[in-house]
């Protein structure tokens, strides 16, 4: 069972490894970074929310975040405003020059993502993305052998 963890472990790796690479290839073409694009996803779900927070969904530090935003915002794609509740923070909006690259980047994902799935039955598709999830859902969950080890 060993060598099948290994691979299982090495396959999701390198399909998700492939897919950025693909991604980048597209993205690049209408300049924008497969970095950015996430910052301007999460704005997406959420704008006004503060760098801080913005940082922590993205799982970088706060500094590395402020460089991202600077850039988007040379390139006219986010403005900062003054959080009104804490004028020491800054809050981080969309512009309007934003919208239209996000749907090109959605449209991108697409098409990346319909010719990853050439020749995959919706059958073979449902029953990957329920081990998928089941995978997740195990590696979410907190580790039995751990707590059952520290108590």
């Known amino acids: 069972m060993g060598a099948m963890q290994?691979?299982?472990?090495?396959?999701?790796?390198?399909v998700s490894?492939?897919?950025?690479?693909?991604?980048?290839?597209?993205?690049?073409?209408?300049?924008?970074?497969?970095t950015q694009w996430r910052v301007l996803k999460f704005l997406q779900r959420g704008e006004g929310i503060n760098q801080g927070g913005l940082a922590?969904?993205?799982?970088?530090?706060?500094?590395?975040?402020?460089?991202?935003?600077?850039?988007?915002?040379e390139a006219g794609l986010v403005e900062?405003?003054?959080?009104?509740?804490?004028?020491?923070?800054?809050?981080?909006?969309?512009?309007?020059?934003?919208?239209p690259l996000l749907e090109e980047l959605g449209h991108i994902a697409e098409v990346m993502l319909g010719s990853a799935l050439e020749g995959v039955s919706p059958a073979e598709h449902d029953a990957v993305?329920?081990?998928?999830?089941?995978?997740?859902?195990n590696l979410s969950s907190p580790d039995k052998t751990s707590e059952a080890a520290n108590g």
Request: aromatic share 6%; with cysteine.
């Open 80 to 99: 900062r405003r003054r959080d009104p509740s804490d004028r020491r923070a800054w809050q981080i909006f969309l512009t309007e020059r934003a919208r």
């Open 56 to 73: 922590d969904l993205l799982e970088v530090e706060p500094i590395t975040l402020c460089r991202m935003i600077d850039r988007l915002e």
């Open 17 to 34: 490894r492939l897919m950025r690479r693909r991604f980048d290839e597209r993205a690049r073409l209408i300049g924008v970074t497969r």
């Open 129 to 137: 993305m329920a081990t998928l999830q089941r995978i997740h859902s």
């Open 6 to 14: 290994d691979s299982i472990g090495f396959l999701i790796s390198d």
